[in-house]
């Protein structure tokens, strides 16, 4: 029984340190770019530097994808990538939302935030 309650102990502490994204899904953000991308490199610019430590960020890590050699291994597009910089939005490699273009950073960060407020269990500030 001695065991069995370590045992227990120490996969709660395991889940319990384990960061509050990682615990609610396998969501991420994956950028579609192109060399020669001018509205990627204003995105990578903008928005790069401070999103991995943003709430968004956390929630949904980046992963960069080239438009030419078609989605990562394990991650399906609903439909075909027509423009760069596309921000696809998936789960458990399924696409679930996009943003195409990058219209600057006074509208990615409203439109991307509810992006993920409406097709995932994303609440900032929780």
């Known amino acids: 029984m001695t065991r069995l309650r370590f045992f227990i102990a120490a996969l709660l502490a395991a ?29 990578d610019d903008e928005i790069a530097p401070a999103y991995p430590n943003t709430e968004e960020g956390e929630f949904a ?9 078609g989605p990562p ?10 423009f760069t910089p596309t921000f696809i939005l998936v789960e458990g490699g399924e696409e679930i939302g996009r943003l195409e273009g990058y219209p600057g950073q006074d509208f990615f960060w409203p439109l991307f935030t509810r992006l993920l407020e409406e097709r995932t269990d994303f609440r900032p500030g929780e």
């Open 15 to 43: 889940v319990l340190a384990l960061p509050v994204a990682a615990l609610a899904s396998d969501v991420r953000l994956i950028m579609v770019e192109q060399p020669g991308c001018a509205y990627c490199a204003a995105w």
């Open 61 to 69: 890590p980046l992963e960069r994808a080239d438009l030419h050699m």
């Open 73 to 82: 291994d394990g991650v399906s597009y609903d439909r075909k990538v027509n």
